[in-house]
């Protein structure tokens, strides 16, 4: 009888048999690969079980909790007194950072199943750090998945959390700091000491309350220096969109909700010199609601375009004047002006309002 025929019929009479209570020895459940580079490639370490019991026992399964991570086993008995093997084999492609990876080995026994662990840190080679971490902190090595932080929409009075992975490509421990952080940001490094090559976050938690300096498109910035001495940092930019919530209204108090109305869509300037004087252009706000409507905020991005509105509280059925001052000179396009004035307001049904200033520029 050839050795694969008889471990089948020997590992089918075990099944038959059901788990055995067994006395299994794990000679080691956890390893440590330390640091190694990702050039490395897979990097292997085995686990060995001994059987001390008196009957024979078998490794029924064994998968790990990632796809880079693979165990391999020989699905032979194992005798009373012999030694198992389970070789696992960790793949660092694309992984660069600390790592703690863990496998399920299930075995005849009872309790049928054991934990085993590996760990270590892979040092990314140039080109996965420069996919996964494209933004260098001057020449300090150490690196940024972004320089930005978008929060999206986020209600007035709520808080909203993002971060930035970054990664330690020096030969040192850092420990990394931030400055000139805006009131209404927390930011928090985690951990605040970084080893050689491992990966870190910038944590932060936007709170939109009386801090916040806007309605609509709140900008902020701080900067981040890779360690505690550092002079050479890097600018991160935040941005959110403030908005309010209506979501809890009722059918009635919508019923009884202000009604922002323009009395044009847009200001056409027709052809326009840039060495054409500044012109002055107006529009008006109307309530057409039934309580009052409340301008949370009237602004233009474009530097050509400035907006001015003297009364941000219109009663219901009065009107507002929305002064508009363009200047050709600060027009930035060759070709055309096509700016947008934002009317951000608690009208719950048109909460932002838009009016173009658009021209052609001669």
């Not at 897979?42 to 024979?56: A, H, I, Q, W």
């Not at 932060?204 to 890779?226: N, S």
Request: with cysteine.
């Amino acid at each position: 009888m050839n050795k694969p025929l008889f471990s089948f019929i020997a590992l089918s009479a075990m099944l038959t048999a059901g788990s055995a209570v067994a006395d299994v020895r794990w000679l080691e459940k956890n390893h440590d690969f330390g640091a190694f580079d990702e050039n490395m490639g897979t990097v292997y370490c085995d686990f060995r079980l001994v059987n001390e019991g008196s009957e024979p026992i078998a490794i029924m399964s064994a998968r790990a909790n990632c796809g880079c991570t693979r165990p391999d086993y020989s699905h032979d008995p194992v005798a009373p007194g012999d030694t198992a093997v389970i070789r696992v084999g960790f793949d660092p492609s694309g992984r660069p950072g600390r790592f703690n990876k863990r496998i399920y080995v299930d075995c005849n026994t009872e309790p049928s199943r054991t934990t085993l662990s590996i760990q270590g840190t892979v040092i990314g080679r140039g080109n996965t750090l420069r996919s996964r971490y494209p933004f260098n902190v001057g020449e300090s090595g150490v690196k940024l998945r972004s320089t930005n932080i978008p929060y999206g929409k986020v209600y007035r009075g709520a808080t909203s959390g993002q971060y930035i992975e970054c990664y330690n490509a020096t030969s040192d421990t850092i420990r990394p700091r931030v400055e000139d952080v805006p009131s209404y940001i927390n930011v928090m490094i985690q951990p605040a000491a970084v080893p050689p090559g491992e990966q870190f976050i910038i944590s932060t938690v936007l709170h939109t309350g009386p801090k916040t300096p806007d309605w609509g498109i709140a900008t902020g910035r701080f900067t981040f220096y890779p360690d505690a001495s550092s002079t050479d940092g890097q600018e991160i930019e935040t941005v959110a969109i403030v908005s309010e919530d209506f979501s809890k209204l009722t059918d009635a108090e919508r019923a009884q909700a202000p009604l922002l109305d323009t009395d044009v869509t847009s200001i056409d300037l027709g052809s326009v010199r840039r060495t054409d004087k500044p012109s002055r252009h107006q529009f008006t706000i109307t309530n057409k609601g039934k309580s009052p409507l409340l301008l949370r905020r009237v602004s233009c991005s474009d530097p050509a375009v400035t907006v001015k509105v003297k009364d941000t509280k219109i009663k219901p059925g009065k009107k507002a004047r929305v002064e508009v001052d363009v200047d050709p000179a600060a027009v930035k396009s060759s070709e055309l002006l096509n700016a947008r004035i934002n009317i951000i307001a608690n009208d719950p049904d048109h909460p932002n309002t838009t009016v173009r200033v658009v021209g052609e520029m001669k």
